[in-house]
Structures are given as C-alpha cells and as structure tokens.
Nanobody
C-alpha cells in the first residue's frame, strides 16, 4: 500500500494550490481519507477529512471556507483544493488513509501515510 502526495510548491499569499494523493496497492473507496500538515517547529495537525461511505467532509477551523477536500474513487485519489492561501499555511502536507470509513481529526485514526508535499506561501 502506498500513498503518493503531490501538488505542493511555492505560491504567493492569496493564491491557490491543489494537492493530490494517489493511493495504490488496494482500493480505498470505503476508507476515510485525511489531510494533515506539519508547520516548522509544530506538531502534525489536522486539516481536512472525508469519510469513506458518504464522503462527508470535515475541516479544521483554519481550513473552513478556504480548503476543499474531495475524492475520485475510480482513480483512488483524494484532493485538497486550497484557496486564499496565507503564509501561515506554509507546511509539509500529508495525506493519510484510515482503516475504515470513519473520519477522525486525530493522526492516530489513520493507518497509512504518504510522504508529504511541501507548500510554501510567500507574503
């Protein structure tokens, strides 16, 4: 099982990026998927998650209204559309897959992790 995150980069404040997380090795259509981030000197924090059965979405307060998580089950891929980016969004972003359909805001709720993709927002 492998999760491959991509789409990070350098963007100016107010700009947008779309992160992708491609899963391989087994289908994840029934599994909750999440995005987390780790800012310099900080612990890994929850950004967004999408459940496995109903594709219900949940967001951290910092992401609400700016970020959108979505999934394309035939492609076994999850996306994070990030708009109105701020310098404080600068972090390494990680995608993760849960063992079941339940969405969790905690890293311990996820079994599989991608390698991370760097997002840098300049002011």
């Amino acid at each position: 099982v492998q999760l491959q995150a991509s789409g990070g980069g350098l963007v100016q404040a107010g700009g947008s990026l779309r992160l992708s997380c491609a899963a391989s090795g087994r289908p994840f259509s029934s599994n909750a998927m999440g995005w987390f981030r780790q800012r310099p000197g900080k612990e890994r924090e929850f950004v967004a998650t999408i459940s496995g059965s109903t594709s219900r979405t949940y967001y951290a307060d910092s992401a609400k209204g700016r970020f959108t998580i979505s999934r394309d089950n035939p492609k076994n891929t999850v996306y994070l559309q990030m708009n109105s980016l701020r310098p404080e969004d600068t972090a390494v972003y990680y995608c993760a897959a849960a063992g079941g359909s339940y969405s969790s805001p905690l890293p311990s709720g996820y079994v599989y992790w991608g390698q991370g993709t760097q997002v840098t927002v300049s002011s």
